[in-house]
T-cell receptor, first 113, second 112 residues
Protein backbone atom coordinates (compact mmCIF):
# COMPACT_ATOMS: atom_id res chain seq x y z
CA UNK A 1 0.00 0.00 0.00
CA UNK A 2 0.84 3.67 -0.04
CA UNK A 3 3.21 5.14 2.56
CA UNK A 4 3.44 8.89 3.15
CA UNK A 5 6.26 10.45 5.14
CA UNK A 6 6.02 14.05 6.38
CA UNK A 7 8.73 16.38 7.71
CA UNK A 8 9.31 18.20 9.95
CA UNK A 9 7.07 17.09 12.80
CA UNK A 10 7.29 20.55 14.39
CA UNK A 11 8.14 23.90 12.85
CA UNK A 12 8.39 27.36 14.38
CA UNK A 13 8.73 30.48 12.24
CA UNK A 14 8.66 34.20 12.87
CA UNK A 15 5.53 35.98 11.80
CA UNK A 16 5.96 37.22 8.26
CA UNK A 17 8.50 34.55 7.30
CA UNK A 18 7.78 31.54 5.07
CA UNK A 19 7.11 27.97 6.15
CA UNK A 20 7.72 24.82 4.10
CA UNK A 21 6.46 21.33 4.90
CA UNK A 22 7.59 18.34 2.83
CA UNK A 23 6.05 14.95 2.11
CA UNK A 24 7.19 11.91 0.18
CA UNK A 25 5.04 9.06 -1.09
CA UNK A 26 5.89 5.53 -2.10
CA UNK A 27 3.36 4.51 -4.77
CA UNK A 28 3.99 6.09 -8.16
CA UNK A 29 0.32 5.43 -9.04
CA UNK A 30 -0.84 8.06 -6.51
CA UNK A 31 -2.45 10.89 -8.40
CA UNK A 32 -4.18 13.22 -5.92
CA UNK A 33 -2.45 15.10 -3.09
CA UNK A 34 -4.48 17.19 -0.64
CA UNK A 35 -3.24 19.23 2.31
CA UNK A 36 -5.31 19.63 5.46
CA UNK A 37 -5.11 22.11 8.34
CA UNK A 38 -6.31 21.07 11.76
CA UNK A 39 -7.01 23.60 14.49
CA UNK A 40 -7.32 22.64 18.13
CA UNK A 41 -10.48 20.68 18.87
CA UNK A 42 -11.58 20.60 15.24
CA UNK A 43 -11.47 18.14 12.38
CA UNK A 44 -8.97 18.62 9.53
CA UNK A 45 -10.01 21.04 6.78
CA UNK A 46 -8.76 21.04 3.20
CA UNK A 47 -6.61 24.06 2.40
CA UNK A 48 -5.22 23.14 -1.03
CA UNK A 49 -4.88 20.10 -3.27
CA UNK A 50 -3.01 19.15 -6.42
CA UNK A 51 -3.47 16.49 -9.07
CA UNK A 52 -0.64 14.55 -10.65
CA UNK A 53 -0.94 16.30 -14.01
CA UNK A 54 -0.01 19.65 -12.41
CA UNK A 55 3.39 20.70 -11.04
CA UNK A 56 2.36 23.66 -8.91
CA UNK A 57 -0.79 25.30 -7.57
CA UNK A 58 -1.20 28.57 -5.68
CA UNK A 59 -4.01 30.06 -3.60
CA UNK A 60 -3.09 33.45 -2.15
CA UNK A 61 -0.36 32.83 0.47
CA UNK A 62 -0.44 29.04 0.08
CA UNK A 63 1.19 27.00 -2.67
CA UNK A 64 1.83 23.32 -3.27
CA UNK A 65 4.50 21.85 -5.54
CA UNK A 66 4.67 18.30 -6.85
CA UNK A 67 7.70 16.41 -8.18
CA UNK A 68 6.40 13.11 -9.59
CA UNK A 69 9.84 11.84 -10.53
CA UNK A 70 11.12 12.20 -6.99
CA UNK A 71 7.72 11.33 -5.51
CA UNK A 72 7.56 14.29 -3.20
CA UNK A 73 5.30 17.29 -2.71
CA UNK A 74 5.56 20.36 -0.52
CA UNK A 75 3.37 22.98 1.10
CA UNK A 76 4.61 26.56 1.09
CA UNK A 77 3.05 29.27 3.25
CA UNK A 78 4.34 32.81 2.68
CA UNK A 79 3.94 35.89 4.89
CA UNK A 80 2.89 33.73 7.80
CA UNK A 81 0.35 35.04 10.30
CA UNK A 82 -0.59 33.92 13.83
CA UNK A 83 -3.75 32.25 12.52
CA UNK A 84 -1.57 29.91 10.45
CA UNK A 85 -0.58 28.16 13.69
CA UNK A 86 -2.10 24.66 13.46
CA UNK A 87 -1.27 21.07 12.60
CA UNK A 88 -0.90 20.38 8.88
CA UNK A 89 -1.34 16.99 7.22
CA UNK A 90 -0.41 15.90 3.73
CA UNK A 91 -2.11 12.96 2.05
CA UNK A 92 -1.98 10.86 -1.10
CA UNK A 93 -4.55 8.75 -2.88
CA UNK A 94 -4.78 6.45 -5.84
CA UNK A 95 -8.04 7.20 -7.58
CA UNK A 96 -8.74 4.03 -9.48
CA UNK A 97 -11.68 2.76 -7.46
CA UNK A 98 -9.51 2.82 -4.35
CA UNK A 99 -11.09 5.07 -1.76
CA UNK A 100 -8.22 4.96 0.72
CA UNK A 101 -6.50 8.25 1.43
CA UNK A 102 -3.16 7.81 3.22
CA UNK A 103 -2.10 10.62 5.55
CA UNK A 104 1.28 11.83 6.70
CA UNK A 105 1.95 12.05 10.44
CA UNK A 106 1.41 15.80 10.65
CA UNK A 107 3.44 18.98 11.24
CA UNK A 108 2.71 21.28 14.15
CA UNK A 109 3.37 24.80 12.86
CA UNK A 110 3.80 27.61 15.39
CA UNK A 111 3.99 31.22 14.25
CA UNK A 112 6.00 33.38 16.66
CA UNK A 113 4.62 36.95 16.89
CA UNK B 1 -26.06 23.19 7.11
CA UNK B 2 -24.00 21.17 9.60
CA UNK B 3 -21.93 19.09 7.13
CA UNK B 4 -20.66 16.08 9.10
CA UNK B 5 -21.96 15.71 12.66
CA UNK B 6 -20.45 13.33 15.20
CA UNK B 7 -21.89 12.30 18.54
CA UNK B 8 -20.88 12.15 21.28
CA UNK B 9 -18.03 14.68 21.52
CA UNK B 10 -16.46 12.98 24.54
CA UNK B 11 -16.80 9.50 26.03
CA UNK B 12 -15.11 7.54 28.81
CA UNK B 13 -15.48 3.76 28.83
CA UNK B 14 -14.22 0.99 31.04
CA UNK B 15 -12.35 -1.91 29.46
CA UNK B 16 -14.83 -4.40 28.03
CA UNK B 17 -17.73 -1.96 27.64
CA UNK B 18 -19.31 -1.40 24.26
CA UNK B 19 -20.48 1.73 22.51
CA UNK B 20 -21.44 3.13 19.13
CA UNK B 21 -20.08 6.33 17.69
CA UNK B 22 -22.60 8.08 15.49
CA UNK B 23 -21.95 10.05 12.32
CA UNK B 24 -24.47 11.80 10.12
CA UNK B 25 -24.06 13.95 7.01
CA UNK B 26 -26.36 16.41 5.31
CA UNK B 27 -24.18 16.73 2.19
CA UNK B 28 -25.63 13.79 0.22
CA UNK B 29 -22.14 12.40 -0.45
CA UNK B 30 -21.71 8.76 -1.39
CA UNK B 31 -18.53 7.85 0.49
CA UNK B 32 -18.08 7.94 4.25
CA UNK B 33 -15.05 7.12 6.41
CA UNK B 34 -13.95 6.50 9.97
CA UNK B 35 -10.43 7.52 11.01
CA UNK B 36 -8.62 7.45 14.30
CA UNK B 37 -6.02 10.02 15.25
CA UNK B 38 -3.22 9.23 17.67
CA UNK B 39 -0.23 11.42 18.59
CA UNK B 40 2.64 11.03 16.13
CA UNK B 41 0.66 8.66 13.90
CA UNK B 42 -1.50 10.96 11.85
CA UNK B 43 -4.92 9.78 10.73
CA UNK B 44 -5.41 6.06 10.13
CA UNK B 45 -8.39 4.65 8.27
CA UNK B 46 -10.51 2.18 10.24
CA UNK B 47 -13.37 1.47 7.82
CA UNK B 48 -14.98 3.16 4.87
CA UNK B 49 -18.17 2.94 2.88
CA UNK B 50 -18.12 3.77 -0.82
CA UNK B 51 -21.91 3.77 -1.01
CA UNK B 52 -25.03 2.94 0.96
CA UNK B 53 -25.03 -0.71 1.99
CA UNK B 54 -21.31 -1.34 1.36
CA UNK B 55 -18.38 -1.25 3.79
CA UNK B 56 -14.69 -2.12 3.53
CA UNK B 57 -11.79 -2.45 5.92
CA UNK B 58 -9.15 0.21 6.16
CA UNK B 59 -5.71 0.11 7.72
CA UNK B 60 -6.71 -0.63 11.36
CA UNK B 61 -10.11 -2.41 11.44
CA UNK B 62 -9.50 -4.87 14.28
CA UNK B 63 -11.80 -4.35 17.27
CA UNK B 64 -14.33 -2.28 15.31
CA UNK B 65 -17.48 -2.83 13.29
CA UNK B 66 -19.39 -0.38 11.12
CA UNK B 67 -22.87 0.02 9.76
CA UNK B 68 -24.06 2.05 6.76
CA UNK B 69 -27.82 1.60 6.86
CA UNK B 70 -28.60 4.62 4.69
CA UNK B 71 -26.80 7.29 2.73
CA UNK B 72 -26.85 9.76 5.60
CA UNK B 73 -25.50 7.73 8.53
CA UNK B 74 -22.34 5.70 9.17
CA UNK B 75 -21.78 4.34 12.68
CA UNK B 76 -18.70 2.82 14.32
CA UNK B 77 -19.11 0.21 17.04
CA UNK B 78 -16.66 -0.96 19.65
CA UNK B 79 -17.95 -4.29 20.97
CA UNK B 80 -15.43 -4.69 23.80
CA UNK B 81 -13.38 -1.55 24.35
CA UNK B 82 -9.66 -1.80 25.11
CA UNK B 83 -7.23 0.88 26.37
CA UNK B 84 -5.49 0.72 22.96
CA UNK B 85 -8.66 2.19 21.47
CA UNK B 86 -8.21 5.42 23.41
CA UNK B 87 -8.06 7.94 20.59
CA UNK B 88 -9.82 10.74 18.77
CA UNK B 89 -12.20 9.38 16.15
CA UNK B 90 -13.13 11.33 13.04
CA UNK B 91 -15.88 10.67 10.57
CA UNK B 92 -15.54 12.09 7.07
CA UNK B 93 -17.34 12.04 3.75
CA UNK B 94 -16.41 12.56 0.13
CA UNK B 95 -18.41 13.28 -2.99
CA UNK B 96 -16.40 11.67 -5.80
CA UNK B 97 -12.88 10.99 -7.04
CA UNK B 98 -10.46 13.91 -6.77
CA UNK B 99 -12.71 15.67 -4.31
CA UNK B 100 -11.71 16.50 -0.74
CA UNK B 101 -12.70 14.77 2.46
CA UNK B 102 -15.00 16.73 4.78
CA UNK B 103 -14.42 15.91 8.44
CA UNK B 104 -16.58 16.14 11.52
CA UNK B 105 -15.17 17.62 14.72
CA UNK B 106 -14.33 14.29 16.27
CA UNK B 107 -15.17 12.11 19.27
CA UNK B 108 -12.56 11.93 22.00
CA UNK B 109 -12.71 8.44 23.51
CA UNK B 110 -10.87 7.32 26.63
CA UNK B 111 -10.85 3.66 27.68
CA UNK B 112 -9.70 3.01 31.24
Amino acid sequence: GENVEQHPSTLSVQEGDSAVIKCTYSDSASNYFPWYKQELGKGPQLIIDIRSNVGEKKDQRIAVTLNKTAKHFSLHITETQPEDSAVYFCAAIINFGNEKLTFGTGTRLTIIP
Amino acid sequence: NAGVTQTPKFQVLKTGQSMTLQCAQDMNHNSMYWYRQDPGMGLRLIYYSASEGTTDKGEVPNGYNVSRLNKREFSLRLESAAPSQTSVYFCANRDREHSPLHFGNGTRLTVT
